[in-house]
């Protein structure tokens, strides 16, 4: 997970979704494109990049908006309970069913039924998930009519579900049902630019949770935020954030409040000299300049003075980088 809304399109490509980075650009024109249609999709990615905030932008944005977005943690649903709990059930279907129950499906009519960690489920629910897709129909545990299904299904899973079909964990026809259209949630580390601007939306959020006032934070430690690997991804942001907020002194976060687990970027390994410069280039150039906006409060004619560039030539630099300059503002104010 994870980011929220933000009220600047400055620092927001989609509804609830935090980052205006290259990545996130790719990203949002296949949300939109998905959205426009009624299909079925397949979202991919690692743990803590925001899979089910993503969905719900599809949704959001789609024909279904003003229908229900209901999100189903699969893993959640203990087998023996799985059709009930996704189809429903009538009365006097087993002992305890003294009424009619209606089912998520039923919940979600009309609008999106959100599978999230989609590979969890079991060989026997898989099937029944298939029989959902092909058919648009369900029939409730002990009924014996079957009701349509106008409901549009997203799915999420990590970045290994065809792995899991070769394995023959996962059903492959299932697989091709659920991947009409697809998304790869890009992770944390491949969308740095984004850093910042979700740093200044979490340090806002935890300041207005426990009535802390004037928190900023210091340039070395944005510096050290966005070299950081992130294995946890956005998730593991929001947490680090979250506890930098409560251990901030004088109203400054610095590179001690952050208690990261060491390491920066991982040592990549590259097939020529060339691309390993150009690589490093880029990412002293985004440090740098991250640096230099945090020092100057996103003052682009101070930033361009500090680093000795025309005003225009530093704009450049901003644009090349996908580099946001509100968030630098934000976050050198008191929030």
Request: net charge positive; glycine share 6%; charged share 25%.
């Amino acid at each position: 997970m994870t980011q929220e809304k933000t009220s600047s399109s400055q620092t927001s490509l989609l509804p609830g979704i935090i980052g205006t980075s290259q990545a996130m650009r790719e990203v949002t024109d296949q949300v939109y494109l998905i959205a426009e249609t009624d299909v079925t999709c397949l979202l991919t990615g690692e743990t803590g990049t925001g899979k089910e905030l993503f969905a719900r932008a599809i949704h959001y944005l789609s024909a279904r908006k003003k229908r229900p977005f209901v999100p189903v943690n699969c893993g959640a649903i203990p087998d023996h309970l799985f059709e009930n709990e996704v189809f429903g059930h009538v009365r006097g279907a087993y002992t305890d069913a003294r009424s009619n129950a209606r089912g998520l499906l039923a919940f979600a009519e009309g609008g999106t039924l959100f599978l999230d960690e989609v590979d969890s489920l079991s060989a026997s629910a898989q099937v029944k998930l298939l029989r959902v897709l092909q058919e648009r129909e369900y029939r409730p545990v002990g009924s014996v009519l079957t009701i349509p299904a106008n409901i549009r299904i997203v799915a999420a899973a990590n970045n290994n579900l065809y792995g899991a079909v070769q394995a023959r964990r996962f059903r492959e026809d299932l697989y091709f049902r659920l991947n009409i259209l697809s998304i790869a949630i890009p992770p944390l580390r491949d969308r740095r630019e984004d850093i910042a601007a979700l740093s200044s939306h979490y340090i806002r959020e935890y300041t207005s949770i426990y009535n802390r006032t004037a928190v900023t934070i210091e340039a070395c430690a944005l510096d050290r935020l966005v070299s950081y690997h992130w294995p946890g991804n956005v998730r593991e942001l929001q947490a680090v954030l979250h506890r930098s907020v409560l251990r901030a002194r004088d109203g400054s976060i610095g590179v001690s409040a952050l208690d990261l687990p060491g390491g920066t970027v991982p040592r990549q390994e590259y097939t020529t000299l060339k691309a390993a410069k150009e690589a490093a280039v880029a990412q002293c150039e985004r440090s740098y300049i991250s640096t230099v906006l945090g020092r100057c409060g996103g003052n682009i004619t101070q930033a361009a003075k500090m680093a000795g560039k025309e005003r225009r030539s530093f704009q450049r630099l901003l644009r090349k980088h996908s580099i946001p300059v509100v968030p630098f503002r934000n976050i050198q104010e008191a929030v």
